[in-house]
């Protein structure tokens, strides 16, 4: 056997192991893209060795400086770094599809329930819980980018303008802010100047302001409420910064009180059992595309779950195809090295901003406090994983 054919060979069952792998974090990472990074960094960095810390902190940076979903984004970049397009496209398939079928799977089977509305006081626990999780969250960004003055300084600063303004749109100015100030704070530093940009892939960017457009037209002009549905979703994907607890407030106004397409006990039991899904946040589209596609039966919710689904995701990962290669040669200029850290603290501030914002409506009593430093107790100092950990709070649920 020919040395090439042996390294295609491996290359390829390296490849079919990191899918393996991304199927597995698919399965079991539960919460928002802050808890998700810290989940990619043990099994991707620390465990398969895929990656170091600072490629993965590189890539993070990236992906919280687009809009769309930066789980999403990171890992598909981390697939794109592994191994091209090909491996990405793989890598953003698995990682979507199990969360993203169980929350159509859920709203079909919502929808065609015929004597009134479930009753979700079994997931009462998992507010609660999902608290424990951004929290803890929280703690590991603090350990892994916040490790110099200024970067106290820029997570204070990001997470006090994050509690008290709390507008979506501050999350890139603030993201922006701290690359700017960490790159005039270290620009002693000097670097090689790179060779002028090369395989810059114009056509993703075309293809994502086209889509943009023509979704847009196309659905004023006919009014079909599965274009008006992509159309939403796909613009909501392409403008949304700091991942799915940002586009949940917006879908509510959008589908519950404006279109009126899902009732408002419908959708908060979407966001309910959404705690208890794995994956990305942004699976929370699928549950929306086939409620408000109801009426036209089970194939038409099918067809609303698998476009809303392709809505949400294809901006954020589009504009991943267009940047990283150019992301690659781009961080060697020493501002945009040197701003890196900087992104890093301010994430790091959004992301306590974010856990305290979460925090405000559970309940203070003795079980939601108990349920919440129990979750924090078991992420700390266990190796307890996330499935059991929201499995137990749901039974726990169910039982009292």
């Not at 992420?379 to 726990?396: D, E, G, H, Q």
Request: charged fraction near 10%.
């Amino acid at each position: 056997m020919s040395a090439p054919l042996v390294r295609g060979q491996f290359q390829r069952y390296k490849n079919r192991l990191f899918l393996f792998d991304i199927l597995r974090l698919a399965l079991t990472a539960f919460g928002g893209p802050q808890v998700h990074y810290t989940q990619f960094q043990k099994r991707l960095v620390e465990k398969r060795k895929y990656l170091n810390e600072d490629q993965l902190k590189e890539i993070n940076s990236l992906c919280s400086m687009l809009p769309g979903p930066t789980s999403t984004q990171t890992i598909t970049a981390v697939g794109y770094m592994r191994g091209g397009p090909t491996l990405a496209f793989f890598t953003l398939g698995i990682w979507i599809l199990p969360g993203s079928l169980l929350m159509g799977a859920f709203a079909i089977i919502l929808s065609n329930l015929t004597q009134g509305h479930p009753k979700i006081e079994f997931l009462r626990y998992l507010q609660p819980m999902a608290s424990g999780f951004l929290i803890y969250a929280a703690i590991k960004f603090i350990q892994l980018f916040v490790n110099k003055n200024y970067h106290w300084v820029l997570l204070i600063v990001t997470a006090i303008v994050g509690i008290v303004i709390g507008s979506p749109w501050l999350i890139p100015v603030m993201l922006l802010i701290g690359g700017i100030s960490s790159s005039y704070i270290n620009n002693r530093e000097r670097l090689k100047a790179p060779e002028p940009l090369k395989n810059i892939r114009w056509d993703n960017l075309l293809i994502f302001l086209s889509v943009f457009v023509l979704a847009a037209l196309i659905g004023v002009g006919t009014q079909n409420r599965f274009i008006l549905i992509f159309e939403n979703l796909y613009r909501y994907g392409s403008i949304i910064f700091g991942g799915g607890h940002v586009l949940i407030p917006l879908m509510f106004n959008q589908f519950v009180g404006y279109k009126q397409y899902i009732e408002a006990s419908d959708f908060l039991a979407g966001v309910g059992i959404l705690q208890a899904i794995p994956g990305p946040v942004f699976s929370i589209a699928g549950f929306a595309g086939a409620m408000s596609t109801k009426d036209f039966g089970l194939l038409g919710q099918i067809i609303g779950w698998f476009m809303s689904s392709v809505a949400i995701f294809l901006p954020g990962i589009l504009l991943i195809f267009f940047v990283y290669p150019i992301w690659d040669q781009l961080k060697t200029y020493a501002p945009v090295k040197n701003a890196i850290e900087g992104i890093n603290a301010a994430s790091a501030g959004l992301v306590v901003s974010s856990a305290y914002l979460l925090f405000l409506p559970v309940e203070v009593n003795e079980e939601n406090m108990l349920i919440l430093l129990a979750t924090l107790f078991l992420l700390l100092s266990t190796k307890v994983p996330s499935p059991i950990i929201v499995i137990s709070c749901i039974v726990l649920g169910i039982l009292i």
